[in-house]
């Protein structure tokens, strides 16, 4: 029944050290999105695709980085971990984008040491 | 671009009275308006949403308003119960983009 799925739910990693974030879906749906979430603020968006068409945020750090290698997997890529960059980081889904309802992942935390 | 606001960032009541959340919006081609509520450590999820061709929607304890005119839409839940506790964010979205904006959230506490 999942619709989005995020792996891993909790994720550590040592400052400097890449680390990979996934997120899959079974709703075919052609927009995937990444948010950044911080204690306590609203998801900030780092970037989306639509089908392939790759959508950066304007103050998205160079640092953080997306594939989508198909229509069912997103990665989000942090090439340099800063302690700054410790999360919630959620996947979102949504059918076509233009006013539609986004579904959410449950979310990957990631501590960095 | 969009720019959300919210009010208030926090609202403590009392179970069983009615809540209210606003929020403005300053895109006029703005023209879908979802709420999320997110518990504490979980994903945000859609509650209700309200697309530029209605005012007012209701599902239940919960109903959304929209003036388009005042770039202004609520939400609120009548009969509030302890599990309605959470924060809630509006946003708003459509129009030239496929993106989101959200606002800062309202912190949510029901009483017993």
């Known amino acids: 029944d999942a619709m989005v799925i995020q792996n891993p739910r909790y994720q550590v990693t040592q400052f400097g050290k890449p680390v990979t974030l996934s997120c899959s879906q079974t709703?075919?749906?052609?927009?995937m999105y990444w948010y950044q979430q911080k204690s306590s603020q609203a998801p900030k968006l780092l970037f989306h695709y639509y089908d392939k068409d790759f959508n950066n945020e304007a103050d998205t750090p160079d640092n953080f980085q997306s594939r989508r290698p198909n229509t069912s997997f997103c990665f989000l890529d942090i090439r340099s971990p800063g302690l700054g960059d410790a999360a919630m980081y959620l996947c979102a889904t949504s059918r076509d984008g233009d006013g539609e309802t986004q579904y959410f992942g449950p979310g990957t935390r990631l501590l960095v040491l | 671009g969009e720019n959300v606001e919210q009010h208030p960032s926090t609202l403590s009541v009392q179970e069983g009275d009615s809540a209210v959340i606003k929020c403005t919006y300053s895109?006029?081609?703005?023209?879908?308006f979802p709420w999320y509520k997110q518990e504490l450590g979980k994903r945000p999820q859609l509650i209700i949403d309200i697309r530029s061709n209605v005012g007012e929607k209701k599902d239940q304890r919960i109903a959304v308003t929209l003036n388009k005119t005042a770039k202004h839409f609520s939400l609120h839940i009548t009969e509030t119960q302890p599990e309605d506790s959470a924060v809630y964010f509006c946003a708003g979205g459509g129009g030239s983009n496929y993106k989101l904006t959200f606002g800062k959230g309202t912190l949510l506490t029901v009483n017993p």
């Open positions: 895109d006029s081609a703005s023209n879908y």
């Open positions: 709703l075919n749906h052609n927009v």
